[in-house]
Structures are given as C-alpha cells and as structure tokens.
C-alpha cells in the first residue's frame, strides 16, 4: 500500500508492505495529530511500525528521532518511509525492544512517544479474521497482560531517561486495563494530562484499518474529523502527555483533531 497522510498540516509518503508491517490505524493516528514537538528536541518513537510518528516528529522540527521496534520488517519499512520524506538525516532507526534501545541511547530524551500494543492477551480482537491473516504483523500487536502491561513497561524504562523538560505521549482505551499505565506514571513522578478523546469505531482501532482506507479514499482523499466520529460504548481512546512538572508540557491549542488519507497505490 502506498499512501499519503497529512497530518498537522504535513504530508507524509508511506509505502507498507501490509502483509508484514502495520497499517496506522485511528488510534495511532489520534496519537500522531496531537503530538508536540518543540524545536530541536530528541525524540524517542517506540513501537514506530513504518516509522509515521517518527517522520512526523522531524517534520514538526525534532532535532534527532531515535525509533525502535521488534519486527525487523517494520524497521526495513520505516527506513524506507523516511528516506522518502526527506527525513532520513534525523531519524535512527533500530531493530530491538524499546528496553534495550533506551540502554543505547546516549543523552537524554526531550519527548518519548509511544503507540504500543493495547489489546490484552487472549482478548477476542486477538482472535478476529485480520490478525489471523497476517501473522507477521499481528504477533507485535498484543499489549500483554491487561493489555497496558506494555506501555507501563515503556513508562518505568523512559522515565530515567527523560531530560529536565521531558515528557511521556502516549494513549490509553477503553478496552484494557488503564490503572496499569497510570498507577506506572504515578510511580515515576510524571503527572498526566489528557490532550484528546475520541470515541474510534472498530474498524478503526485494529489491524484492519488500511482496507476502510482504501474504500473511502479510493476516489479522493479523505478527511476524518475526530469529532465526528460515531459515539460508541467500549471505544474510547485518551491520549495523554505526562511530564515531572505541568511546566515541563508545552502549550496546547484548542483544535479538534484531524486528518486526511490519500491512496496512492
């Protein structure tokens, strides 16, 4: 699949080969149309997939990405992606878990964005047609016990790591457990915020968003207004920010979230 986001303002090229590399569902993309990136900041992109958040960060002006993930065909992807937005020169891509790549990661980092996995082990969304038929991208997609078990991981790995403006991105559903990645921040001294809500229809919070992509933008782009998004039980996504201090958070202006997806291939 090839297609073209715009995202705050900035379009971005992505080629993905979806048989083994995630296609960027509403969820992820909620994520990516609220992120803050000041000037220069060093940005850690954890679970990138095909590398959007981290093209994102540089476009918004990161002075250095650095973005890990565990499958080496979404890295492979994510190279490829960046060299095609003109982002290559900042971003750092790396095969392994974010544990690790943080041990390696010299200096401090200004912004760690996360989009991991939330769909608890053994849920039935595990079990659905589009994670069966692509087992090389749905074996990266289960975010463990509760389902927050993952992003609590991320947020006790991160937080020494951050710098003394440094701050945690990342969402929690409705779906899973979110007292696992609260109660981590608590733990960690960052205080969270909530920057977003949406209510994501269901097609739209897992492996199979790409095929709705290419019904509705087949024929033009199409823009998807998180606002207006159908109102469902059990659907809900919070994206939040989380810093040591309310000052260490940039300044938030009042939008609602939105984006265009635009098929090219």
């Not at 705050?8 to 969820?27: A, D, R, S, Y």
């Not at 945690?168 to 921040?185: C, E, G, I, P, Q």
């Amino acid at each position: 699949m090839k297609l073209r986001l715009t995202l705050q303002g900035h379009p971005i090229v992505l080629l993905i080969p979806e048989k083994t590399v995630f296609v960027p569902n509403l969820i992820g993309l909620l994520n990516a149309s609220t992120m803050v990136v000041r000037p220069g900041e060093t940005v850690f992109d954890a679970s990138t997939g095909c590398g959007v958040h981290a093209i994102l960060a540089a476009k918004l002006g990161a002075g250095r990405v650095v973005a890990c993930d565990l499958s080496p065909y979404a890295i492979k992807a994510a190279r490829r992606n960046a060299e095609l937005n003109g982002v290559a020169d900042r971003c750092t891509f790396v095969a392994a878990s974010f544990e690790d790549a943080l041990r390696r990661l010299k200096g401090r980092v200004d912004l760690v964005v996360s989009t991991l996995p939330n769909t608890p082990s053994g849920h039935k969304y595990a079990r659905e047609r589009a994670m069966k038929e692509t087992p090389l991208v749905s074996r990266f997609l289960i975010g463990g016990p509760g389902g927050g078990s993952l992003s609590a991981q991320l947020v006790r790995a991160a937080a020494p790591k951050l710098s003394r403006r440094g701050r945690m991105h990342l969402h929690t559903v409705d779906w899973n457990d979110k007292t696992l990645v609260r109660s981590a921040l608590r733990e960690a001294g960052l205080e969270p915020r909530v920057v977003a809500r949406a209510n994501i229809p269901e097609w739209g919070h897992r492996c199979n968003a790409g095929r709705t992509f290419k019904r509705r933008a087949a024929a033009r782009p199409w823009r998807v207004r998180y606002r207006d998004l159908p109102a469902k039980p059990k659907t809900g996504v919070q994206v939040l920010e989380a810093a040591a201090s309310p000052a260490s958070l940039p300044p938030r202006r009042r939008a609602s979230p939105e984006l265009e997806v635009e098929i090219l291939d």
